[in-house]
């Protein structure tokens, strides 16, 4: 007897059930889908096994798989969602960024219960912050029963490196809190803190719902006589047992386009190629690499919130069976647009063809033979120009597509699937396309990938291949990856390596580097060894009771509600009051002006958001306006964060760091300090000769001093590329100090001999750099600026990899004439470019060129990326494909942490290959091609769409002086002299200077 594989894929239109015997599509069955989902699955599976029955095909059903939009809809509308609290391993880090903080407002009124910061947390080595104080545990358990909260998150700083915390704290919990459902961050998402946090608080308080939906599928299986196991397919193209996805339902958020690649390369046989899902409303297109979906990059939003779970890469276009066509004729024929309007479901009440007032995509089909459905009689009177001008335009729709989605300049094999391929003649040629094939049951293809019973296992860790090699690190990690798929229920023998990408994490001693290995293997065919880890019944039950409520009238997908707003300015002090558009504006610029390093501004903009959310303010003064009043007569503290951007990502700041070391700065001060004197102690701690200078390594707080101390009026940028940009204006916000208009570099370099005031001869000593446990350290002298760097580097790497610096305060007069001026300003008209062309649906490179003197280099795809670690650096060459009209261009970028060499490498004119287009100080900017936002060094990776621009950088930077800190020679480019792009462009402050 036969042994049958049921799967079921839930549509926008459709609900799609396909039974499957091996390899062999049995039959299938197609219903509409219903609002509630669950009996629209139950009708697909009722009709397929009357099909079944009706024709004597007779087997036994050895499983169902179902892939479901239950979970994504209830986040996105809000619906069904259960209050969940957070406990945070975090010890003395991450306290300026609590759980929720990026979520929408509406979504965090429903979800969030409590908030818990507590001890624990590791470092990037796996050592810990702090130990988990199992009376604090209990103390919060306490606190979340007295709430009735029976839904909780555990999420350790850096826990996917070592959850042994996590586990710890979750059997804590278990024994003092029967039947408590919890989550452990380290079990659902990957590196970064809030995204993977998340991640986890979205996967508990799905978990009621879940409960309720698989026990309804079950019921459904049951009624219709089906005794076998139920899986659900998962967004990475694999499917997990019904009770695993009791614990995890947001792993089948995006099972949809997973289902239809899965299906494709299944019915074709094809496993690598460009997949297009064409349904009612949308198409959907993809990479198939080794027959599975290629990833998204790190950070995907779901109804409004920022994960990082693992989700396919698509791109959609308003282009399906239902889209309306519309039409204008002209002296040459018909111009034509198609989409994105739709009448999706409603087509054939709709549609001209089905004898309705509306003219659709599926007419145009119908009419020009390519489809037999409706009546071609309502459509044979459409004129021939017009039919041939909208089959021309639904071709330059699908080959744009299938630009936007190749990963190089090579035609590529590409899979049509979904109901709407009826659209596509595939005889005819589609440009990019080295062949079309539209498969048999096409139409189905969501509902065979559903079917396909392969599960996975993912290990995503970070390994200091100092004291291990690198071949060594990859086995056991690729290892680990093997026997978690064998957990999930892999059969041993079938199990597969599918993917591997290792990433050098800049700064990080030991050669740290970021590994990631995805396995996959056949699921057994054992039941009792295939049911995956079991829910226990107490955590069913109290998950099926305690479903949600609470529901929204209306739904926000912002964390925080940003307008256009128009600067405010104070038109008696000049001081400029930033607003949350103002600071969405500067993150943007400043991840632009950091020219691929700094980090990302993202976590700095939420802590200056949240800031202004608190009704705190952030003001910005011209540097013009120092000394203009007592209030502004003194000097300038200069600040910044230290340490590696990864880490920053999953260590969060505490908030105290940099207001700590300008405290240290002004201690020092009132202890005694002078320069020129560094023999014997300051503030009772002795002064230490090392290399390159005089320093104190450990500075406790001083209780008492007599000295007087210099007064900080005003903050500065250390530099205004990437997430630097951002912690002036948090600091600011704390102390009521205004910001000053201006930065120490104009854009984001790796080391801090390249501050520009150091350049020009302002001593950069004596400087003070703090931790998150308030551990503080001096530089009272230094022999030149690179001693500096080194001494606060091997600091900071003892601190975790993470440190706040305050340099030594400079002058008015020294900050105008050495500082680049209006700096914030810059990044507030570059972000306001990019949001406003995205708003209007421009260009946004376009759009960043008018505001700068600047080149577009090339538009294309990432092709490569080689990396390597050198002194601590991140670095490499990326090489980039043109597309479009840079089409049979490359173009490749040096990178060391920012991006410093632009090269020629294909051209085709023969007397433009090899050159050099632009190098350092001018700011080589990547950005996202469609959307204008800036990518960093660390987030480039093979596939990307990338603009890549040339920027001119200050005067400042230009000079002989400074070119020997911060040209090519200094980088050793010892061949390549620095051509300026052009003239740099001074825009006025925004806040006025008089």
């Given at each position: 007897m ?17 039974c ?60 069904h ?21 990026d ?5 965090k ?51 996917p ?25 380290h ?5 970064g ?15 009621p ?15 219709l ?17 019904a009770n ?13 386009p ?50 990082n ?16 066509v519309?039409y ?10 198609v ?7 409603q ?73 709407g ?18 498969p ?33 690190a990859?086995?056991?990690?690729k ?48 039941l009792?060894?295939?049911?995956g ?27 925080f ?27 943007v ?76 700065m ?6 005694g ?120 580097r ?88 043109g ?15 920012e ?34 936002e800036?990518?960093t ?24 002086t400074?070119?020997?800190?911060i ?25 006025t200077?008089?």
């Amino acid at each position: 007897m036969a042994s049958y594989v049921i799967g079921v894929d839930v549509g926008g239109t459709n609900t799609d059930a396909v039974c499957l015997d091996g390899n062999t599509i049995v039959d299938y069955a197609k219903v509409p889908t219903t609002e509630d989902v669950t009996s629209g699955v139950k009708k697909a599976l009722t009709d397929l096994l009357g099909k079944l029955n009706h024709e004597g095909k007779t087997g036994t059903i050895c499983r169902v798989n179902i892939g479901t939009t239950h979970f994504v809809n209830a986040v996105i509308q809000r619906r069904h969602l259960t209050p969940v609290a957070v406990v945070r391993l975090c010890g003395t880090a991450t306290k300026s960024l609590k759980p929720f903080v990026d979520f929408p407002e509406d979504l965090k009124q429903a979800i969030c219960a409590s908030v818990h910061l507590i001890n624990g947390g590791y470092q990037f080595d796996g050592q810990a912050i702090t130990e988990v104080d199992k009376e604090e545990v209990l103390r919060c358990i306490e606190d979340i029963k007295k709430k009735q909260i029976r839904n909780v998150v555990i999420s350790g700083v850096f826990s996917p490196v070592n959850g042994e915390q996590e586990e710890l704290v979750a059997s804590v919990f278990r024994e003092n809190y029967e039947g408590i459902s919890l989550t452990m961050s380290h079990q659902v998402g990957q590196m970064g803190l809030l995204e993977r946090e998340n991640a986890s608080i979205l996967n508990e308080c799905l978990k009621p719902l879940c409960a309720r939906t698989i026990t309804a599928f079950t019921n459904a299986l049951q009624e219709l006589n089906l005794q076998c196991p139920l899986y659900l397919t998962q967004n990475d193209g694999t499917v997990v047992s019904a009770n695993q996805t009791l614990r995890f339902p947001v792993h089948t958020f995006s099972s949809g386009p997973t289902n239809s690649m899965r299906g494709a390369a299944h019915l074709s046989g094809v496993k690598d190629a460009i997949v297009i899902d064409i349904g009612g409303t949308s198409s959907d297109a993809g990479c198939l690499m080794a027959g599975f979906p290629k990833e998204a990059s790190a950070r995907v939003k779901v109804g409004g919130v920022t994960t990082n779970f693992r989700m396919p890469d698509v791109v959609s276009i308003g282009l399906g069976g239902g889209s309306k066509v519309k039409y204008t004729e002209t002296k040459e024929g018909f111009a034509v647009t198609v989409g994105p309007e739709s009448v999706a479901y409603q087509l054939q009440t709709q549609a001209k063809c089905f004898g309705g007032e509306i003219l659709t995509s599926s007419c145009i089909a119908v009419a020009t033979n390519l489809a037999a459905i409706g009546n071609q009689d309502c459509v044979k009177d459409l004129p021939d120009k017009l039919l041939t001008a909208a089959k021309t335009e639904i071709q330059r729709m699908l080959e744009d597509l299938i630009d936007l989605v190749k990963l190089s300049e090579e035609d590529v094999t590409v899979i049509l699937v979904g109901g709407g391929s009826i659209l596509v003649d595939e005889k005819n040629k589609l440009k990019g396309a080295s062949q079309v094939i539209k498969p048999p049951h096409f139409q189905v293809a969501n509902a065979v990938g559903a079917a396909l019973s392969q599960v996975g296992g993912m290990q995503d860790t970070v390994v200091a291949l100092a004291n291990i090699s690198r071949d060594e690190a990859l086995a056991d990690v690729k290892e680990q990856a093997k026997q978690n798929a064998i957990d999930h229920g892999a059969e041993p023998d079938t199990v597969e390596i599918t993917e591997v990408s290792e990433v050098a994490l800049a700064y990080l001693p030991g050669n740290a580097t970021r590994i990631k290995v995805k396995a996959v293997g056949n699921l057994k065919t054992d039941l009792k060894e295939t049911q995956g880890a079991a829910v226990t019944p107490e955590e069913s039950q109290v998950a099926f009771e305690q479903i949600g409520s609470k529901e929204l009238k209306e739904v926000s997908h912002q964390p925080f509600m940003l307008h256009e707003t128009e600067p405010d300015v104070d038109p008696n002090t000049g001081e400029w009051s930033l607003s949350m558009w103002d600071v969405e504006c500067i993150s943007v610029g400043a991840g632009l002006l950091g020219c691929g390093g700094g980090g990302n501004p993202y976590y700095g903009k939420l802590m200056a958001l949240q800031q202004l959310k608190d009704g705190k303010k952030i003001k910005v003064i011209a540097p013009e306006r120092l000394n203009s009043t007592p209030e502004l007569t003194g000097l300038v503290a200069t600040i910044g964060f230290m340490g590696a951007p990864g880490v920053l990502f999953e260590k969060i700041p505490s908030g105290r760091e940099t207001t700590c070391a300008m405290e240290c700065m002004q201690e020092l001060f009132a202890a005694g300090y002078k320069k020129g004197s560094y023999e014997g102690k300051i503030g009772g701690v002795d002064i230490t000769k090392g290399d390159g200078g005089y320093f104190i390594d450990d500075f406790p707080v001083q209780s008492e001093t007599t000295k007087e101390t210099p007064k900080i009026v005003a903050l500065m940028s250390a530099e205004i590329g990437g997430l630097n940009a951002m912690e002036p204006l948090v600091v600011a916000a704390r102390s009521g100090k205004p910001v000053v208009d201006c930065d120490g570099m104009g854009r984001a370099f790796p080391e801090l001999q390249m501050f520009v005031p150091s350049i020009y001869g302002d001593p950069l000593y004596p400087s003070t750099l703090a931790d998150d446990k308030e551990s503080r350290c001096v530089a009272l002298q230094t022999d030149t600026p690179k001693d500096l760097e080194n001494y606060f580097r091997i600091n900071t790497v003892k601190k975790g990899c993470s440190a706040a610096i305050s340099l030594c305060p400079l002058s008015r007069e020294h900050l105008i004439e050495h500082a680049v001026l209006y700096s914030v300003s810059r990044a507030w008209r570059l972000g306001k470019a990019v949001l406003k062309a995205k708003l209007s649906n421009t260009d946004p490179n376009d759009t960043i060129l008018k505001h700068e003197t600047g080149k577009l280099l090339i538009k294309g795809k990432i092709a490569d990326v080689a990396r390597q670690r050198t002194g601590g650096f991140d670095k490499g060459i990326l090489k980039v494909d043109g597309m479009g009209a840079f089409a049979g261009q490359q173009l490749s970028v040096d990178f060391q942490n920012e991006n410093l060499i632009a090269k020629v490498t294909k051209h085709t004119d023969a007397k433009l290959q090899g050159q050099v287009v632009a190098t350092v100080p001018d700011l080589i900017v990547i950005t996202d091609v469609d959307s204008g936002e800036p990518i960093t060094t660390e987030e480039v990776r093979f596939g990307l769409r990338v603009a890549v621009l040339v920027l001119a950088c200050s005067p400042l930077l230009k000079t002989d002086t400074a070119l020997k800190v911060i040209g090519p020679k200094a980088f050793g480019y010892e061949d390549i002299e620095f051509k300026p792009i052009g003239e740099y462009k001074l825009h006025e402050p925004i806040p006025t200077k008089k």
